[in-house]
């Protein structure tokens, strides 16, 4: 599954020229059009510390910041993405805890879905697969701030690698290199916590 | 072959139902409009500070480099040594 391309509007960069140019109606707009984009990056790579609100806008206030720096050369939604990701990623690394998942922490649903893996069951209940999500944003958690942006954009997300070179300025090979050792790490974590259950 | 359990549970997270789109709260706007000025001056002053940072490094490295070319320069290698050695002994005997 690929993330939906974002659509551009051609109406956004006019409103940040407008912005710049101390327009204040425009600036309220553009923050209006651009909170579901914004809203949607932050929920997904916040850190556990830091309310999704106050995160937002501090990547508005980066987007404001630095929006003379807009050259218009990239549909703005692209531009205003690689700036919330960015921010995420600064929000994570000054996250210092990276909490341990543990057999025994696992919610009912979680267990569930850990369980009809390991038998290769599907897990078809809708509550089962909210539990997977969750259970699966937990164990990024464990791992590395890159890492876990770069496995929630492809894995969860479902982006291709060019989409997250795009919002990341990573490159091809850096991406899957980091990419395959982080998913190893994963397997890793998912493994002992089924030898956990089994204990 | 050993079945992939993390691909197997991204497949079944992917399949979780999406959020609803997220509603601006109310007043979210005049917030982020208050602050611009603190996250521009914000902004300034971490792009100064990386400047600081560079420069810091670059001095740390020149730094590094000059002393190393003066101690390599300034340490008379064996042969010096036996010149000053034989200078010195000749001044020695000379009345």
Partial sequence: MSAPPVEAKPALAALARQALAQDESAARTLVAELYPLVMKIVRAHRPRRLDEEDLAQMVFGRIFAHLEQYSGGVPLEHWVSRIAVNTCLNALRAEQRRPEVRHADLTEEEEAVVEKLAASRPADDPAERVAARDLAQRLLERLSPADRLLLTLLDLEGCSVDEVRQRTGWNQSLIKVRAFRARRKLRGQLHELLEGGKR | ?95
């Fill in chain 2, 1 to 95: 072959m050993k079945p992939d359990l993390w691909d197997q549970l991204t497949r079944v997270a992917r399949q979780a139902p999406a959020e609803p789109n997220p509603e601006m709260p109310l007043g979210f706007d005049t917030r982020v409009l208050a602050t611009m000025p603190q996250a521009v001056a914000d902004e300034d002053s971490l792009d100064l500070l990386r400047l600081l940072r560079r420069a810091l490094a670059c001095a740390a490295v020149l730094m590094l480099i000059s002393l190393t070319v003066r101690f390599a320069v300034g340490t008379p290698g064996p042969a010096n040594e036996l010149a000053y050695i034989e200078q010195a002994v000749q001044l020695a005997w000379t009345p």
